[in-house]
T-cell receptor
């Protein structure tokens, strides 16, 4: 059974701080990793994708991947109240397009 | 980015009736679409993989006779919840894969 694990939170950070979200996965064959943001009652929207070890930056967001440790993280700099949402880590089952989602981490950015 | 449209966004139905949810890829052809279900405060759980022109592949524990999936064209997949019961009330989300997964807006199903 392929698994993707996240701390459910809530993770509370003050406005302007860095929010750090973590995810571990069990499938060593996984090659691609995705972070989605989901607002309550809405569908997930893609924030970041990462395929190689190391860091990938896009605006205020940085994804970090360590395949040896089977660990992927998302950093949100200068957190804003509008970033308050649930962040889902998704890992496709290797060799397929089927996504396995983590339970999601609920982030609260306090104004 | 690619657009996936899901309809309806909300539906309320009586127990025992059937409900059909549509998922369309608007600007690309999708030979494969996926159906997820999300209960409150839980993550998305994959229900089935919808394959154009062939039978859907269901995940373990998902009743294929209850959740009928039809993928008759390269841009449309439908999920029919048959003989719905209150425990089927959930948020149903479809996705289509192009270079990444694109999600529909979701359908909030309430069975009363």
């Amino acid at each position: 059974q392929k698994e993707v694990e996240q701390n459910s939170g809530p993770l509370s950070v003050p406005e302007g701080a860095i929010a750090s979200l973590n995810c571990t996965y069990s499938d060593r064959g996984s090659q691609s990793f995705f972070w989605y943001r989901q607002y309550s009652g809405k569908s997930p929207e893609l924030i970041m994708s990462i395929y190689s070890n190391g860091d990938k930056e896009d605006g205020r967001f940085t994804a970090q991947l360590n395949k040896a440790s089977q660990y992927v993280s998302l950093l949100i700099r200068d957190s804003q109240p509008s970033d308050s949402a649930t962040y889902l880590c998704a890992v496709p089952v290797s060799g397929t397009y089927k996504y396995i989602f983590g339970t999601g981490t609920r982030l609260k950015v306090l104004a | 980015g690619a657009v996936v449209s899901q309809h309806p966004s909300r539906v309320i139905c009586k127990s025992g009736t059937s409900v059909k949810i549509e998922c369309r890829s608007l600007d690309f052809q999708a030979t494969t679409m996926f159906w997820y279900r999300q209960f409150p405060k839980q993550s998305l759980m994959l229900m089935a993989t919808s394959n154009e022109g062939s039978k859907a592949t269901y995940e373990q524990g998902v009743e294929k006779d209850k959740f009928l999936i039809n993928h008759a064209s390269l841009t449309l997949s439908t999920l029919t919840v048959t003989s719905a019961h209150p425990e089927d009330s959930s948020f149903y989300i479809c996705s289509a894969w192009r270079t990444e997964a694109f999600f529909g807006q979701g359908t909030r199903l309430t069975v009363v």
